[in-house]
């Protein structure tokens, strides 16, 4: 039912290294969302977009940034990443005026 | 801005029993309430959601009720099975936002 990819699945990483994480949505969808989720299962939103080149910082303060050049696509990328920012990231979208999320399957990142 | 508490955080049950977890929310403004689901290495699944002009609805083997006066919303499973054994978040979405606020999960167990 949801068209949305998250890549990689899995990322092991040393401290100090530049990453990006992939989402891209195939529904045409103008919202999207980045969650991260702790081992107690919380769900943090970090950024969201209403559409192109929105992007607002959501509750949880982040270091890492994201763009939306083009409907589909919402990198979040951390310019140097450190073991604190081990945890699952999830990406979601919505359609205006639908309020339901549909989520990617997530990326595990693991810093070292 | 909206606050959402859930319990419990960890509901252990039989198959065949009936399963209910609760949320409370903070916001009057807040009309919209999903429930997602969320099962082992995958991103949160809407399984029903209620907005703020209905009392209760029902699919199948879920319902969820909303008592708008005491800010309080529940999710009931009957009969349940193993497969039904995962993580359960609520959320409350205030009018207009789109951007939802979740409880902290719940942790469902179906033991066979």
């Known amino acids: 039912e949801a068209d949305i990819y998250q890549t990689p699945r899995y990322l092991v990483i040393g401290t100090g290294k530049k990453i990006t994480l992939e989402c891209s949505q195939t529904m045409g969808h103008d919202k999207m969302y980045w969650y991260q989720q702790d081992p107690g299962m919380e769900l943090h939103l970090i950024h969201y977009?209403?559409?192109?080149?929105?992007?607002e910082k959501g509750d949880l303060s982040s270091e890492s940034t994201v763009s939306r050049i083009r409907t589909e696509h919402f990198p979040l990328t951390l310019e140097s990443a450190r073991p604190s920012h081990t945890s699952q990231y999830l990406c979601?979208?919505?359609?205006?005026?639908?309020?339901?999320?549909?989520f990617g399957s997530g990326t595990q990142l693991s810093v070292l | 801005g909206e606050n959402v508490e859930q319990h419990p955080s960890t509901l252990s049950v039989q198959e065949g029993d009936s399963a209910v977890i609760k949320c409370t929310y903070s916001d009057s403004a807040s009309n919209y309430f999903p429930w997602y689901k969320q099962e082992l290495g995958k991103g949160p699944q809407l399984i029903i959601d209620?907005?703020?002009?209905?009392g209760e609805k029902k699919d199948q083997r879920i319902a969820v009720t909303l008592n708008k006066t005491a800010k309080h919303f529940s999710l009931h499973i009957t009969e349940t099975q193993p497969e039904d054994s995962a993580v359960y978040f609520c959320a409350a979405t205030p009018g207009g936002s789109y951007i939802p606020t979740f409880g902290r999960g719940t942790s469902l167990i179906v033991h066979p």
């Open positions: 209620i907005r703020s002009n209905v």
């Open positions: 979601a979208s919505s359609e205006t005026p639908n309020e339901k999320l549909f």
């Open positions: 977009s209403y559409g192109v080149n929105s992007t």
